[in-house]
């Protein structure tokens, strides 16, 4: 069960990586507005792999936190990319891919969990909060295409 939300903990850092990329690159009308939402899932992302690292952690396990750790664990097949050559509108599509991506892993690690022990509520509640938070942040970018 514990490999399956080390895919959260690298998925999260992935969009860590992309939302302050979008911070700090994207450039278009509505700037100030993205700009500040992309801080804030930025903001989002550090809190999530810090609460599900110490789930893991309170399971028994420790996390190697390193480059070979995201690039084992991480599941998403969206491109990544720079964002230094995208326009807005191709920038926060390719954002809202990477979410509706991570959001169907979240929904299949849920799942899985349940599946495994039916009785961690705990691990349960902590990916079902990361799902609506990921579902709010993607209704939030679509209204921006």
Not at 11 to 30: C, I, P, R, S, Y
Not at 75 to 97: A, P, Q, R
Request: hydrophobic residues 40%; negative net charge.
């Amino acid at each position: 069960m514990v490999e399956q939300l080390f895919v959260v903990i690298a998925n999260e850092q992935v969009l860590q990586f992309m939302f302050k990329n979008a911070h700090w690159n994207l450039t278009d009308t509505g700037f100030l507005e993205l700009h500040k939402f992309f801080d804030e899932q930025f903001d989002n992302t550090i809190s999530n792999i810090d609460t599900m690292s110490e789930r893991v952690r309170q399971l028994g396990e420790k996390i190697p936190f390193n480059v070979e750790f995201l690039f084992k664990h991480n599941l998403t097949t969206t491109n990544l990319f720079d964002g230094l050559n995208e326009n807005k509108s191709e920038f926060v599509s390719k954002l809202c891919n990477l979410l509706e991506e991570t959001i169907h892993q979240l929904k299949y690690v849920l799942s899985f969990v349940d599946s495994v022990d039916s009785s961690d509520t705990t691990t349960n509640d902590i990916i079902i909060q990361i799902i609506r938070q990921k579902e709010k942040s993607l209704w939030l970018l679509k209204s921006n295409l």
